[in-house]
């Protein structure tokens, strides 16, 4: 069996999971790198303590995980100096994700001379969809110049739950049409049709959209000309408000799903109206995606929240039974793997991400490894 490493490193966290074949081997998380009474001073020590601990015999490839691809990258691409100093200029699209990454890749590079390095990346599933449902209509000589068109995110999570979903079907990936709701602390929404993406609910950054933990969604643009011009925040100001202190934790002050519930059971106003803001977003773009693609096959829940909250799940797709959709209500409450009624015309899914497991994967496929 093949073994490979998957890294996914933050601005101060390694998070590592070792596979042979699809078995895990070993998993964990480093974490405040560089911080004070922290795991490591910097990248390279977090990973050469941890390449000392872990038994890499055989090691066949490591996968990086990369948020941001840019234009340029639509697949898992083999690592060279090249890619290094390509997804360094696309620093500006990620400046909070993407450094993260690349110091982790040049530090295993150096540590595993001889293992080749696949990177990954969150925007690649998304580069399917048509130019259409990529740009928005503003000036095009701006658009042109600026490069403003939606990359998505969450990529390697929609694409491995809408095939995963086509299986529990027993159905064809490439007939199957699914919307796919990832639902963690950042969250994100997919139109796919027969495997390939069609829409996304993110945009050029993770900002737009549905309403997340701490991000705000979708809003009207003008909120910020307005909060610059009339109530005096800086431009840094406000994406900090918007991308730090919106979404359920502008709302309600806590970005913790497991609390608005239990605030929402405790009868708090404001936990109520953030629940119904938040499943309210859901069902709209359930219903434009459910619009786009015509015929849905499955829509399926990922992610902490996703797969965790019958109460989520309920409220989103609450009323929509004239178009098919029915929530099974002891289903949904034992996280069942299908949530809707036996041959309702959608099949409501529940299906774990397993983020590392589609990296590890898609390393092996760009260095034609066998599985
Ligand atoms: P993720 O980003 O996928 O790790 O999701 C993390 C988020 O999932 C947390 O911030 C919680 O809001 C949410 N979550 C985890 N478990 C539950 C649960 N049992 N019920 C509701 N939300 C949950």
């Not at 974490?31 to 941890?50: M, S």
């Not at 602390?185 to 495997?195: C, I, K, M, P, T």
């Not at 991000?215 to 994406?239: Q, T």
């Amino acid at each position: 069996m093949t073994r490979v490493l998957v890294l996914n490193c933050g601005s101060s966290s390694v998070r590592y999971r070792l596979f042979d074949g699809t078995e895990v081997h070993a998993k964990g998380l480093i974490q405040q790198i560089g911080e004070e009474g922290g795991d490591a001073a910097d990248h390279r020590e977090a990973l050469q303590n941890l390449m000392d601990r872990l038994d890499l015999s055989g090691l066949a490839a490591v996968g990086h995980r990369v948020v941001h691809g840019g234009e340029r990258f639509t697949e898992a691409t083999v690592i060279t100096d090249e890619v290094v100093a390509a997804i360094e200029e696309l620093i500006p699209l990620a400046p909070l994700h993407n450094p993260g990454a690349l110091t982790g890749i040049r530090a295993t590079r150096k540590l595993l001379p001889d293992v080749p390095q696949v990177a990954v990346f969150d925007t690649a599933f998304h580069a399917t969809i048509p130019p259409e449902g990529v740009l928005w209509a503003v000036d095009r000589e701006l658009t042109q110049r600026w490069g403003l068109r939606r990359y998505g995110f969450h990529g390697t999570s929609h694409a491995y739950v809408s095939r995963e979903t086509a299986r529990l079907l027993g159905t064809p990936v490439a007939e199957t049409n699914v919307i796919t709701l990832h639902l963690g602390n950042g969250a994100s929404a997919a139109a796919v049709r027969g495997g390939r993406c069609e829409a996304t609910s993110m945009g050029m950054t993770p900002l737009s959209g549905l309403v997340m933990g701490t991000r705000s969604g979708d809003i009207d643009p003008s909120l910020v000309f307005h909060l610059h011009r009339v109530a005096g925040l800086s431009v840094d100001e406000i994406e900090e408000s918007l991308t730090r202190r919106g979404g359920m934790a502008g709302l309600t002050g806590a970005n913790d799903m497991r609390e608005v519930e239990q605030r929402l059971t405790a009868g708090d106003p404001d936990a109520e109206l953030a629940f119904a803001i938040y499943t309210r977003r859901l069902r709209e773009y359930v219903g434009s995606y459910l619009a786009l693609l015509g015929r849905v096959d499955a829509i399926t829940f990922t992610a902490g929240v996703g797969e965790n909250s019958a109460h989520v799940r309920a409220a989103a797709l609450a009323g929509l039974e004239p178009l098919g959709i029915t929530v099974d209500e002891a289903r949904n409450q034992r996280n069942d793997l299908i949530i809707s009624a036996d041959g309702a015309p959608v099949a409501v899914c529940v299906v774990p991400t397993e983020e590392e497991l589609e990296i590890a994967d898609e390393a092996r496929k760009a260095l034609s490894l066998p599985a």
